[in-house]
């Protein structure tokens, strides 16, 4: 079982993140920001992960903290649910619509952190949610679960459908790099004969 529970504890923050990779796409999730929930729901769902997130944070002054250091912390539990990565597939992509709007995510499980983050948001705000920390979010998750991540919404009009296609496209395609492979059993996916740094 690919199974982990991280806690990460700072003045600003104190968050724990349960996570299954071989779930079948249960969530549960307490941050207090209702809108990035919905987000990770789809992350879970369309990932088959099965993950919790109980998060109490500084909310008082805004969302930032708690958004990017719940990122920090599902990177953390990503990187060690994952492994030594041996016989996975390693990288992953996705397309995914919604209405107008469609996003492309691909993933290198690389054991380098890196993300190319390419989505203009045609309004500032979702609802309460300042599509600002999205950014702090995807920073956070690749700097601590150490992989390279791109993200690009190709088109879309309206706001929430692109973050929601952003989303999903995500789950899908770390869905897909961490399967694992059966012609690459107990064979570690690189070259170099390692995916760590």
């Keep these: ?25 249960v969530s549960k999730f307490d941050t207090g920001v209702p809108f990035f929930e919905h987000m990770l729901d789809q992350v879970a769902r369309h990932g088959l992960f099965d993950i919790e997130i109980k998060a109490v944070g500084d909310l008082h002054i805004d969302a930032h903290h708690t958004v990017e250091d719940v990122g920090i912390t599902l990177g953390q539990a990503f990187a060690q649910a994952i492994g030594d990565k041996k016989g996975i597939r390693r990288y992953g992509h996705s397309y995914v619509p919604l209405d107008e709007a469609l ?15 390419n989505v203009e948001y045609t309004r500032a705000m979702i609802g309460g949610f300042d599509v600002d920390l999205f950014g702090e979010f995807f920073r956070g998750f690749i700097n601590h679960a150490a992989i390279s991540l791109h993200i690009d919404n190709l088109k879309g009009q309206n706001a929430h459908h692109q973050a929601e296609t952003v989303f999903k496209a995500l789950g899908r ?5 961490v399967e694992p492979d059966e012609r690459m059993a107990g064979i570690t996916p690189s070259t170099k004969g390692t995916l760590v740094g």
């Design 173 to 177: 395609a770390l869905r897909m790099a």
């Design 1 to 25: 079982m690919r199974q982990i529970t991280v806690s990460r504890n700072t003045l600003e923050t104190q968050i724990t993140v349960t996570l299954n990779l071989d779930g079948t796409g």
């Design 103 to 117: 996003s492309r995510v691909v993933v290198d499980l690389s054991g380098r952190p890196c993300l190319e983050y």
